[in-house]
């Protein structure tokens, strides 16, 4: 049981550039979500999912896309790159009341 | 989501306890509280979640008064390893994915 897999762990982009962060988890959970963490400050919520096919906003969406199309997958999208997406980000999953079990995060550093 | 007050800091000495308040004074009927933590800048992990009553796992203790305005996380024998960064999150029970988190507690383990 992997539990919840990001990759890559690191990453530098060009401004402009567009990647995929990828998310997996192995528990067949129902819930899965993205987060941003900026030196010194908490998790932001950027984007979440309460089952495959189904996506919303969080407190922090701009930027960012998401899609599931499968319970396991759940990745984010930077469609262009900028040096305010300098950030690290964590993925998690949960069922709909129990606890989140979080990635190890993806430290992005965009120039 | 109801907000959290925390304060942003807390010294603690190894093989004490390690009392973490939390005050959510608009905390709603259907609101759960739910307590993380995060070690370095790893990723946050789970601890304990609780509606009314008194909670206890094999990591911590949680107390949530009556009126369930506020709630004390009990570490009961601190060790240097417990030193983190302690979030108080509130929600409803089924919000899945949709932690919304504050500033968090700097708990310091001295020896």
């Known amino acids: 049981n992997a539990g919840v897999t990001q990759t890559p762990k690191f990453q530098v982009l060009k401004t402009g550039q567009s990647m995929t962060l990828q998310c997996a988890q192995d528990?067949?959970?129902?819930?899965m979500s993205w987060y941003r963490q900026d030196p010194g400050m908490g998790l932001r919520l950027i984007h979440y999912?309460?089952?495959?096919?189904?996506?919303d906003q969080g407190e922090v969406p701009n930027g960012y896309n998401v899609s599931r199309s499968t319970t396991e997958d759940f990745p984010l999208r930077l469609l262009s790159a900028a040096p305010s997406q300098t950030s690290v980000y964590f993925c998690?999953?949960?069922?709909?009341?129990?606890?989140?079990?979080f990635g190890q995060g993806t430290r992005l550093t965009v120039v | 989501d109801a907000k959290t007050t925390q304060p942003p800091s807390m010294d603690c000495a190894e093989g004490r306890a390690a009392n973490l308040p939390c005050n959510h004074s608009?905390?709603?009927?259907?609101?759960?509280v739910y307590w993380y933590r995060q070690i370095h800048s790893q990723g946050p992990q789970y601890i304990i979640h609780?509606?009314?009553n008194n909670e206890t796992n094999e990591m911590a203790s949680l107390i949530i008064t009556e009126d369930r305005k506020s709630s004390t996380l009990i570490l009961p024998h601190a060790t240097l390893r417990d030193t983190a960064v302690y979030y108080c999150?509130?929600?409803?029970?089924?919000?899945?994915?949709?932690?919304?988190f504050g500033q968090g507690t700097e708990l310091s383990v001295k020896p």
């Open positions: 998690a999953s949960s069922t709909a009341n129990g606890g989140a079990f």
């Open positions: 528990m067949n959970h129902e819930y």
């Open positions: 999912s309460v089952g495959a096919g189904i996506t």
């Open positions: 608009t905390i709603s009927g259907n609101e759960y």
């Open positions: 609780g509606l009314k």
């Open positions: 999150i509130v929600r409803v029970f089924t919000g899945g994915g949709k932690l919304i």
